[in-house]
């Protein structure tokens, strides 16, 4: 029997109980419970069953530990980006490396009100990581008289509380997040963007997990990533399919991996005597079996030229990382309805060949 004495309090325990001064360095989850309040759960190893990382992550998590090891306040990270793409892999790594270093890992997976305040009363170093933050505290409506879920842990990040702690968050939709995060690093220093694989990391994760006897279906999946935007999840799964035999036009027409929406395409149609001219951001299906039509004008106003084109007719071009539609198989026509001097100007141009490029997600950072 062990008698605990928490302020004028006595209660019972059995022998199994143990106490320490700190918190052992491995993983927990806040869970809680309406009689005895919050409380710490063991939670499963945090392991990386990855052979490879792809990428820069391994260099990141380590910029972060070595931030965090400067710091003598808290330190704030925000993981966001689409569904998977390496958000989870990297604070798994994160997790790994933050107990290697004798941190502990405390895992967040819901919204509990008061949560702030019990995480406060943690008095020592250790790394708290809100998975789906967007998700677990950005889509909670507050009950009346309770503050807003985000808003309520604000003097938690502020570094205002015990302990130095490194918290991280992971989200999929940043317009979820409280104003007061975005472009505060006081509060969140680092903010790491996830964007879909490249066609040469696509490449280069194909060939590292296909069979040699399949490399011959890397240019068409490559092909297809420039069309529709795959992540790793996407990727291992065609991978899988492909290794046990099957073709990827075959296999894709099973996966789930499916054409919900028309995606959006930048168009430059290129000339052998002038200038090119461009439409961006259209909606296209690319999967389309019909003529498809785009419109195109030298000042952005004067939609001159048309360009018509299967979509069947295009092919990779691996140099630009677009897809290529040569001129004679293009329809070109133009709208007469405009000034006779302005539509002769176009008719003299002769059209060399089309790019079409996906329209990938905007680059949230500043290139300078």
Known sequence: MKAIKIGSKIEIYKDTVLTYNELPARSYIVRFEKMTGFYLDEYADIQVKEDKIYGEQVCKVQKVLQTYGKFNRNLGVILSGSKGIGKSMFARLLSVEAIKDNIPVIVVDQYIPGIASYLETIDQSVMVLFDEFDKTFGDIKPSDGEPDPQAALLGLFDGITQGRKLFVITCNDIRKLNDFFINRPGRFHYHFRFGYPSADEIRTYLYDKLAAEY???????????????????????????????????????????????????????????????????????????????????????????????????????MRNDCMSIAARKLRVTYDEDYEEEQVAKVKGLVVDHLEIQKVREKNLHYAV
């Not at 279906?217 to 069309?227: A, L």
């Not at 054409?259 to 259209?282: C, D």
């Open 215 to 317: 490399y011959h279906e890397i240019e068409q999946i490559v092909t297809f990533s420039r069309k529709v935007d795959l992540n790793y999840d996407c990727l291992r799964a065609i991978a899988f399919e492909v290794n046990s035999g099957e073709s990827f036009c075959s296999a894709i027409e099973d996966l789930n991996i499916i054409n919900l929406s028309q995606e959006r395409y930048n168009f430059t149609v290129f000339f052998e005597n002038g200038a090119p001219m461009y439409a961006r951001n259209r909606n296209m299906d690319f999967f389309n079996d019909e003529e498809i039509s785009v419109c195109f004008s030298e000042d952005d106003y004067n939609e001159i030229l048309i360009v018509n084109f299967w979509i069947e007719d295009s092919v990779y071009d």
